[in-house]
């Protein structure tokens, strides 16, 4: 799909009571297939502030599969879950299973988002339901293509908010990649590297390769890496601040970007 593996990365939303059995056949399948998979059973050690947690996986996963089950509905993490995707514009794909009732779906997914399984899709009793093979070969295929277009939906986004907030600071602004922006006014450049999701120490090698490309003799060339979110872990907060120290390179979330770039 394009996607490097590190952006291949899936958050589960499930209701335990009855979602749990194919919550955990996705995960390992997905993990099998390259996946990066949240899944809270597995990935929320004891002692953390469970809601940070889940808020921040939620941003940098930046796709959610959520399982509509019979009880999914009745779980205020599960709706918790559903909100923040869609208030923060995540990708969103829905897996009904053949047992829950209309009455059980959530209102607030768009019909095109969801993935009906049919009797013959899933295997076991009520509440234990697992995917045959054949139906869940399906399924991972089609959580690639979807990721893949709302992964790039949401960079595509960012790259034009990002180009506004330098617009209206006075710089002029094109594109010099996909996902790449330089930006100038008067002597002074930024390059600026847009990402779906938190960013990471690839992210900062990229970003210095490319400032030191558009570097120009007289003129103060800064880098950025501008991501949707203002909430990241304090390690990887702390890694990002180490490697960015000595170079003139600034991760931003997109909203604080005018601010920081203002003089």
């Known amino acids: ?15 335990r009571t009855d979602g749990t059995p194919l919550a955990n056949q996705l995960r390992y399948a997905l993990a099998d297939a390259g996946w990066d998979v949240f899944l809270d059973k597995f990935s929320v050690p004891p ?7 889940l808020d921040r996986e939620l941003a940098d996963k930046a796709f959610v599969l959520l399982l509509e089950t019979p009880d999914a509905t009745g779980s205020p993490w599960v709706e918790h879950e559903v909100a923040f ?3 923060r514009r995540l990708g969103l794909m829905s897996l009904a299973l053949p047992d829950t009732p209309p009455r059980a779906l959530y209102g607030s997914i768009d019909p095109a988002f969801r993935h009906q399984l049919d009797t013959p899709d899933v295997v076991g009793s009520p509440g234990a339901r697992t995917l045959g093979p054949g139906a869940l070969d399906d399924l991972l295929e089609e959580v690639d293509q979807r990721h893949a277009s709302a992964f790039a939906f949401r960079r595509e986004a960012l790259v034009y908010e990002s180009s506004d ?15 790449t922006l330089l930006a100038e006014k008067g002597s002074n450049r930024e390059v600026v590297l847009n ?3 938190a960013p990471e120490p690839s992210d ?4 210095d390769i490319l400032r030191r ?4 003799r007289g003129s103060s060339t800064r880098g950025w890496i501008v991501h949707p979110t203002e909430d990241i ?4 907060s702390s890694l990002l601040a180490w490697l960015c120290s000595r170079r003139l390179i600034w991760p931003s979330p997109v909203m604080l970007l005018a601010g920081r770039m203002a003089p």
């Open 1 to 15: 799909m394009g996607l490097a593996e590190s952006d291949r990365r899936v958050f589960l939303s499930y209701r």
């Open 47 to 53: 002692g953390v502030d469970f809601q940070q947690r």
């Open 85 to 87: 995707s869609l208030r």
């Open 165 to 179: 907030e330098m617009t209206a600071l006075g710089y002029r602004v094109e594109p010099i990649g996909q996902w």
């Open 195 to 197: 990402t779906a999701r």
């Open 204 to 207: 900062i090698r990229e970003i």
């Open 213 to 216: 490309q558009f570097r120009q």
């Open 233 to 236: 872990d304090e390690n990887r």
